[in-house]
């Protein structure tokens, strides 16, 4: 933000918004398929990069690679598109779909209709799951073959930071590569918990084999995921039980919207435990016993029929020899700069691997970012822009500072709320409760943060990521027209209200 914005906030946010400048056009740098980029590093190696790992960090790296005209290959010892594809994001979201439309079709009352006695049919949510999830898995190998890159199956380890060699089913193969690309992304964490191997015992991974709805289902961990499969069971009809060491649900979120959540969950059947510490799980006769602990107070129990240990997720740096080019190790996490660069000449690493917010999103930004840089493009990561979505019922999504970081970081902010309830469009969809939140400075008004809750917000966050990545200011957004009736006007009724300014707020 520049210091060359007037001080008095008030005239900022009542003057007339500038017309655009006509003197200097937009221009975007482009350049057609097969263009040649820069291959000094890769002169006499088989490719001019190689991407370890293809999920959406790796293999939206080698797409843009390949654009740029370079010679790409991609290393992969699982499925193409990684854990988000195959096991994460929309595995997940596929089943959010269906429990969704089961809870429209429970209310068809409200809309006006009748459907009988609606109930799930648990395989064959399953099966429509699995049928996506092949779909978009075939559409990420029609694209590598697309723009020409090679897919080498195994499992790759450093020989030197341009050398790699490649053990799968049809043997060993050495790959030399002017750049290599480490988007190997993350697997499931499973805590020092004694009892965390026993039968029923499950990770996320391993909950999209279970065969059946678990009558009783304690999630450890109340974070995205084990939020997501909370509801998902939830509505097909398993009591849920959540056990989380944090003072709240969701504890990257702004606190305002984990409360939110929080009651959101419970009005559901959630029975949700904060601040606790689980100590052990035992197996006594047909259950799963879990021992917890809060601060001082005596042990306590909870029994279930299934759980699922949802505490994070750690980086796949080991076996890759990254010891023997040099590369640093952090928590197992590879460190990089805003140009996904290591600390060894031509190497990158991108998503999970890294330091950073563990995200689908991220990765495939940072593979952009990685490809750039090596085809001589100015590119640089911007942290601060990422958005954060759970997609829970009511969802959650945020982008840049929560109130609390605002306040620390700056001497003025100011908060604007709406509430989805004063919406037309919210109240014709039925979807009623949520608010949109914005954080922003208050001399300039450049918006700092955006935390919404309520339907489809993981959609709606969209244009407070461009916000945020625009440096913009409450004005550019309340003098900007939105469309009626819709839910983004709650994001227009907030940023109004930061300056007391809401029309609709009662």
């Known amino acids: ?69 370079m010679r790409v290959a991609v290393v992969e010892k699982h499925r193409l598109g990684g854990t988000c594809l195959n096991t994460g994001c929309i595995p997940t979201k596929a089943m959010l779909a269906s429990v969704e439309a089961l809870n429209t079709a429970r209310k068809g009352r409200e809309f006006g209709f009748t459907t009988g006695d609606v109930q799930p049919d648990y395989p064959a949510m399953v099966k429509r799951r699995d049928r996506i999830v092949e779909q978009l898995h075939g559409g990420v190998g029609m694209l590598l073959k697309k723009n020409g890159i090679e897919v080498i199956r195994g499992t790759a380890e450093f020989e030197g930071s341009h050398a790699l060699r490649v053990a799968g089913d049809a043997g060993e193969r050495r790959v030399t590569s002017g750049s290599v690309i480490i988007a190997t992304g993350s697997r499931c964490s499973r805590p020092p918990i004694p009892g965390a191997d026993l039968e029923g015992v499950l990770d996320s991974d391993q909950l999209l084999k279970l065969g059946s709805v678990p009558g009783r289902l304690a999630i450890i961990g109340a974070g995205p ?18 056990l989380e060491m944090a003072d709240r649900v969701l504890p990257p979120a702004d606190r305002e919207m984990s409360a939110e959540l929080g009651k959101c969950l419970q009005k559901k059947g959630f029975d949700i435990l904060t601040g606790v510490a689980v100590e052990a799980i035992e197996r006594v006769g047909a259950d799963l016993v879990i021992r917890y602990r809060r601060g001082g107070e005596a042990p306590a129990t909870v029994n279930a029929d299934v759980v699922l240990v949802a505490a994070g997720r750690k980086p796949v740096s080991d076996g890759l020899g990254l010891e023997r080019i040099g590369v640093r190790l952090e928590r197992g996490l590879i460190p990089v700069n805003d140009q996904m660069k290591t600390s060894v000449a031509g190497l990158y690493a991108v998503g999970d691997v890294t330091p950073g917010l563990p995200l689908a999103h991220t990765a495939s930004a940072g593979g952009e970012v990685a490809a750039e840089t090596i085809g001589g493009r100015d590119r640089h990561f911007n942290q601060a822009s ?13 982008v840049g500072l929560t109130e609390e970081q605002a306040r620390a970081d700056h001497e003025d ?37 955006v935390h919404m809750i309520g339907a489809h917000v993981t959609d709606l966050i969209s244009e407070a990521v461009l916000a945020i990545s625009m440096e913009a200011t409450v004005e550019e957004i309340f003098h900007s027209v939105h469309a009626h009736p819709t839910l983004p006007e709650a994001l227009h009724e907030a940023t109004l209200d930061a300056w007391n300014r809401a029309i609709h707020k009662g």
């Open 1 to 69: 933000m520049s210091d060359s914005r007037p001080v008095n906030s008030t005239a900022v946010l009542d003057r007339p918004p500038a017309a655009p400048s006509v003197s200097t056009p937009l221009t975007v740098s482009a350049e057609p398929l097969g263009q040649e980029a820069p291959r000094a590093a890769g002169i006499g190696a088989d490719f001019d990069v190689t991407v370890i790992g293809a999920g959406p960090g790796g293999y939206v790296a080698a797409i843009r690679a390949a654009q740029l005209g």
């Open 413 to 449: 902010v100011r908060v604007g709320r709406f509430p989805f309830r004063n919406l037309g469009r919210a109240q014709a969809s039925g979807h009623r409760d949520g608010l949109v939140k914005v954080v922003a400075d208050g001399r300039y008004g450049e918006i700092l943060g």
């Open 225 to 242: 995921v084990g939020l997501e499969w909370g509801d998902i069971f939830g509505e097909l009809g398993s009591r849920i039980t959540v």
């Open 386 to 398: 990422i958005p954060s979505c759970v997609y829970t019922s009511p969802e959650v999504a945020w």
